[in-house]
C-alpha cells in the first residue's frame, strides 16, 4: 500500500493537468509577453479556479481520496503561483 491510492492520484493529476491547460490557453490567446511574470502569476492563480468545482463535486459525492487529491494540488498550486510573485 502506497502513499497515495488510484483515486488519489488521479485527483492530484486532474488537479494540476486542469490549471496547467487553463494557463497555457489563456497564454496562447491573450499573447503572453515573457517580461510579464505578474501578470503570469495573476493568470496563474486564476488558473486554479476550476479545481475548486473539482474538489466539492467530488466531497458531494462522497469521493473523499479524489477531493483529498485535487485539494494536495491545489495546495502546491497556490505556492506555485506564491513564488512566481516573490520571485518574479
Do not use: H
Request: charged letters at 10%; a positive charge; hydrophobic letters at 55%.
Amino acid at each position: 500500500m502506497g502513499l497515495l491510492t488510484k483515486k488519489m492520484r488521479v485527483g492530484v493529476l486532474l488537479g494540476f493537468g486542469l490549471p496547467i491547460f487553463f494557463l497555457g490557453a489563456s497564454l496562447v490567446y491573450f499573447d503572453f509577453e515573457p517580461t510579464e511574470i505578474n501578470t503570469l502569476a495573476g493568470i496563474a492563480s486564476l488558473c486554479a479556479l476550476p479545481n475548486l468545482v473539482l474538489f466539492f463535486c467530488a466531497l458531494r459525492k462522497n469521493n473523499d481520496p479524489f477531493a483529498y487529491g485535487v485539494l494536495v494540488s491545489s495546495i502546491l498550486w497556490a505556492l506555485f503561483t506564491f513564488g512566481l510573485k516573490l520571485f518574479g
